[in-house]
């Protein structure tokens, strides 16, 4: 029953994890498409409209690797399993790290930003980090996959003594 709830709280967590990512997706078209740079700074830089995804989505992502680290660990007896459970935790690691190496450094300057002028590196600073936000969302879409994959793994039966950390 444990591997269960295992399965199901590290789904739950990564599921959520990209919730966050895929809207930033979801919202990319009209941002690079219609809107001015006045309006995407005004909106992304300077009235907070991304504030919660730091503050909730961070400890979330971090718990998604967690947690699926976890379960990979529990399943390292079940091959298939296994395999598909540490495929996703890699590709949460590697969303992690895109998200430093690509949307970080975005970040970064979009916090020097200050009202009147676009600034002249705005469309290359601007794409970077719409990038960066795809990039992130396709690979924890990747590993809500895999993770799934996992959990739906023909294993046999665990005992509880498989579970204890000794083992």
């Known amino acids: 029953m444990a591997i269960y709830i295992l399965c199901i709280t590290s789904l739950l967590i990564t ?4 919730a966050p990512s895929f809207a930033h997706v979801l919202e990319a078209p009209p941002r690079l498409l219609v809107w001015s740079p006045e309006l995407w700074r005004e909106t992304t830089v300077f ?10 989505g961070a400890p979330i992502d971090l718990a998604a690797i967690v947690l699926t680290a976890g379960l990979t660990y529990v399943l ?3 091959r298939s399993a296994f395999r598909y459970s540490l495929a996703g935790t890699l590709l949460l690691l590697l969303a992690l790290a895109s998200w430093f190496a690509m949307v970080a450094p975005a970040n970064a300057v979009l916090a020097t930003w200050k009202p009147g002028p676009v600034a002249p590196n705005f469309d290359a600073v601007r794409l970077r980090w ?3 936000h795809m990039a992130v969302a396709a690979l924890k879409a990747l590993a809500l996959a895999s993770t799934c994959l996992a959990a739906l793994a023909p294993r046999r039966p665990i005992s509880t003594s498989q579970l204890s950390l000794k083992s």
Request: glycine fraction near 10%; proline fraction near 0%; hydrophobic fraction near 50%.
């Open 15 to 18: 599921a959520l994890s990209l």
């Open 47 to 56: 009235n907070g409209q991304f504030q919660l995804f730091a503050v909730v």
């Open 130 to 132: 719409e990038i960066g």
């Open 76 to 78: 390292r007896r079940e």
